[in-house]
């Protein structure tokens, strides 16, 4: 094996040093084809090592059939005793359910590569066939003193619209740019939306990222240690809610896209919809842009 000397003094396997220089050049060419054409096929990623996941989704009644779950790619749904396996990777970032907000675990197996995971479920208080939500778009904070305004004006304004439409079940969706770039503040948004005392969904923005990330995995990595799963998706009565990840970062700017897991996951998820079924889809910004015709 040849091995190559650093200035730190360190040694540099050149395998090692081969494999890391083409993933980096590759890296750098995907932006200009992305841009090129943002809808070109991109093969997708190798899959990591195996993970059996083995778990339960039930209430205090007991278990609870027909629930999906998914790794964020495979979806599969609960036997009637609410037991389900999937074998997932190593890679994939959660386990999710397709039901209530943050219903999630990290996927961290153990020496055997297997994990065992009981999601434990509340049921709502009354019917949710007739219900709303409320789109909280772009509030893009960006200081404390932002943050505080959210608390202060915003969050008695939703207030007194939930109570004023009664028994009717609401929730709402942070339709992304909860942030202006400024991560840390994450906390406070957190704080301001639990205040409203309703359910709330997060979808990703593009102020909401990480830009120092080279890829688009990692670029989400603060977003989701506060809120979880980038994409998901949850039913509320008769009606199926999908949010999607449009925003994707390639290592210098961000163009509206949807990888292929993303795709993958969707096929899988809408598979277990019924046909004729209402879906509606939350996403922050146009999937589809027109920067690639403009070059």
Known sequence: MIRADDKSGHFIDRRA???????SAAALALPTRLIADPYAPLAPRRRARPVRVRGQVRAPSGGIGGVAVSDGLDVVGTARDGTFELVT?????????????????PIRPDSDDEMEVVFELERLRGSDDRHAFLMLA???????QEVEWLRQETVPDVEELVAGLGDVGVFGVGCGDIMYNNLEHFPGYERAVSEMGIPFFQVVGNHDMDFEARTDED???????????????????????????????????????LDHDQLTWLANDLARVEEGRTVIVAMHMPVLGSQHLRN
């Open 138 to 144: 772009d509030p893009q904070t960006q200081n404390e």
């Open 17 to 23: 040093f081969l494999r890391t220089a083409a993933l």
């Open 89 to 105: 990777t190593a890679d994939r970032p959660f386990l999710q359910m397709s039901v209530p907000a943050r219903c999630y675990w």
């Open 219 to 257: 670029a989400t990595a603060t977003f989701s240690r506060h809120f979880g799963p980038r994409y998901y998706s949850f039913d509320r009565g008769a009606v199926h809610y999908v949010v999607l990840d449009d925003v994707f970062w390639h290592g210098s700017d961000y163009i509206g896209y």
